[in-house]
């Protein structure tokens, strides 16, 4: 159900395209994309026996990012946020428990301010859908996580444009994230960890 709310949301944007395509001046791309670097801060709530008790966190660190954006009119975008599958690690009372993977696209629908020249600030918001995988590697096996999570994600921004085609990328995202710790051996839920990551990041904007 989870999988298929992300798509019927993706396949809504797509739907669009014939919309931009004659929003768009003829003189414009619609296209941007943007290579970022992010710096994960895991919010780390938890609940449970087996979490709390064992204080289970998520560590932070710093991942790659490629972000493609569609333009229905010059204030209007989408924009998909894509990585590839990050191996995250994960602590118990300080000491390293294991790691998991997390693949975390993202789709955003974004407003952009276009009065301030060079200057374009934007709001977004959307959806995440994260895949979890390798899940059984916390403890020597003795723990597991779910297999995906499914929330909103919300971004503030704003691109510094050098010339017609080139800029400096300065973004924030949260996103609301979060998945079950379970006992192998028996199935019991140990508690929630709930991740809901910040998201800062900067990086380099292409207008194409």
């Known amino acids: 159900m989870r999988i298929k709310t992300l798509v019927a949301a993706m396949a809504a944007v797509a739907s669009l395209a014939p919309i931009a395509a004659q929003a768009q ?22 609940s ?14 710093v991942i790659p990012e490629l972000d493609i954006s569609y333009f229905f009119t010059k204030n209007i975008a989408a924009e998909l946020v894509l ?5 995250i690690q994960i602590d118990a009372g300080g000491d390293k428990l294991g790691t998991i993977k ?7 629908l974004q407003y952009h301010f276009t009065d ?19 899940r059984n590697n916390l403890g020597n096996g003795a723990y597991s996580v779910d297999n995906s999570s499914f929330g909103a994600v919300g971004q503030v921004g704003m691109d510094y444009m050098f010339d017609k085609n080139w800029g400096l990328n300065v973004d924030l ?23 809901n990551p910040w998201m800062p ?4 904007t292409y207008k194409f």
């Open 173 to 195: 995202k949260y996103a609301t994230m979060s998945t079950n710790v379970t006992t192998t051996a028996t199935g019991a839920n140990g508690g929630k960890l709930t991740l």
């Open 201 to 204: 990041a900067v990086g380099v």
């Open 102 to 108: 997390a693949l975390p696209p993202s789709l955003l």
């Open 48 to 61: 449970g026996s087996v979490v709390q008790g064992a204080n289970v966190k998520a560590k932070d660190q």
């Open 116 to 134: 301030f020249g060079a200057f374009k600030p934007y709001v977004g918001a959307g959806v995440n859908y994260t895949i979890f995988s390798s």
């Open 83 to 87: 990585t590839y599958p990050q191996t």
């Open 25 to 46: 001046s003829s003189s414009e791309n619609p296209w941007m994309v943007r290579v970022r670097a992010v710096d994960l801060l895991w919010s780390n709530g938890q």
